[in-house]
């Protein structure tokens, strides 16, 4: 996909073709949509369906489904006046925004549903495999050997900006990347239904019946810089999978 639209950062007065737009319009910084990103995406959709009536009132249904994708990053389209430095590359669309883009679907999930009906009454399960995602935090830290302005270094990574960030180790022996790795999970959902006409029917279930949560956006090793360090500023991060945990509910659903 060519031309993807992105939001890039702050750009403030140091950068040379922006500031007199910045004086002109009293104001400190700008960030602007752009159609700026070129990526590549593949994988495969895989979806199987089984259906059978067990006596004359009763029937089961059962469907697997299935994806494996990958999303790369093929060019970034810094306007030229703008990639003049590697701040201003990171402020465009910095290491943390595209560790984001890639991570908005993760690279393998999967789900089965089974439901078995009786007359108006129908119960049902759900499991889905929600695959490995990483994403980053913003970044409190350098690299003492890195070179001035570039990846990792001093102004760079240690800004809390999200530009190839970094933070120090809880014992104090370095310095490692701000990355948040969340396994791949199964949630659990079951419910019940009744058919109240035909027209209506009422649903009751619990999603997430395990409570299952993704992983900490924690650094091992680092959590005194790292915790609450997430795109949500709490433990957990903004993926697919989501962070609420379980939830019951009750519901009717009317058809027309």
């Known amino acids: 996909m060519k031309h993807r639209v992105v939001i890039t950062g702050d750009f403030g007065p140091s950068v040379s073709a922006i500031a007199p737009y910045l004086t002109q319009y009293n104001v400190s910084s700008v960030n602007f949509f752009a159609n700026a990103v070129n990526t590549t995406n593949t994988g ?3 979806v199987l369906d089984y259906s059978k009536r067990l006596g004359r009132n009763s029937r089961f249904k059962a469907t697997l489904a299935g994806n494996i994708q990958n999303c790369n990053i093929d060019k ?3 306007p030229s006046v703008l990639n003049t430095s590697y701040a201003n590359e990171q402020a465009f ?5 595209q560790y984001f883009l890639k991570a908005s679907a993760p690279r393998a999930k999967g789900t089965l549903s089974l439901e078995y009906s009786l007359q108006k009454f129908a119960v049902g399960t ?3 495999y929600f695959g490995k995602v990483v994403t980053q935090g913003f970044g409190y830290a350098s690299l003492p050997n890195a070179t001035p302005g570039g990846p990792g270094s001093a102004g760079i990574s240690d800004q809390g900006l999200g530009w190839d960030p970094y933070v120090e180790l809880d014992n104090g022996e370095g310095a490692v ?3 948040f790795v969340h396994h791949g999970k199964i949630t659990s959902d079951v419910y019940v239904s009744y058919k109240v006409s035909k027209n209506m029917v009422w649903y009751a279930g619990v999603d997430n019946l395990f409570n299952v949560h993704p992983n900490l956006s924690i650094v091992p090793g ?5 915790a609450y360090d997430s795109e949500s500023g709490g433990p957990f991060d903004s993926i697919q999978m989501g962070f609420d945990g379980l ?4 519901k009717f659903v009317f058809n027309f």
């Open 44 to 46: 495969v959709d895989v």
């Open 76 to 78: 970034i389209n810094i």
């Open 93 to 97: 669309f910095s290491t943390r925004e």
């Open 126 to 128: 759900h499991f889905t």
């Open 177 to 179: 990347p701000e990355n």
């Open 222 to 226: 680092a959590r005194l810089e790292s």
């Open 247 to 250: 939830r019951v509910y009750s």
